[in-house]
């Protein structure tokens, strides 16, 4: 009986680290799909700063994995067909605009910034490549 109880205890231990680890990995996912969806609204109303923006958000905050590039790239196919369905019209440029302060504030206390997005050309601080 003892034997089984050895073999069975690192189960036990084992579990609740994978459940953490699978509550880590949903972390975040419903603001960076609302971010994809602002993406997506943006690219369809040509509102080409706010995708810049979107773009920079998800690079500075979000995890790079297949998990969260895969699920912002479905919610921005997703919101573009649906926008470009919609005959309604696009939200303002403005409120789209303070639609990604808002996410930008949710995703920072998420995620930490891994680095400031630069959309501007090479990063000036990165040491210049051997001959150049």
Known sequence: M???FAC???LFLIAPALAGSA???ALGEREIEALGRANGQALACRY???SRTAKALMTRFAPKTRRY???FESSTN???AAQVADT????SELALG????ELAAALEPIFEATEAPSTTGPNPEREPEPGS
């Open 2 to 4: 003892s034997r089984f």
């Open 8 to 10: 069975i205890l690192p």
């Open 23 to 25: 509550d880590a990995e």
């Open 48 to 50: 080409f700063e706010a």
């Open 69 to 71: 590039g895969a699920l």
């Open 78 to 80: 997703a919101a573009f």
């Open 88 to 91: 309604g019209g696009c939200p």
């Open 98 to 101: 303070m639609q990604l302060t």
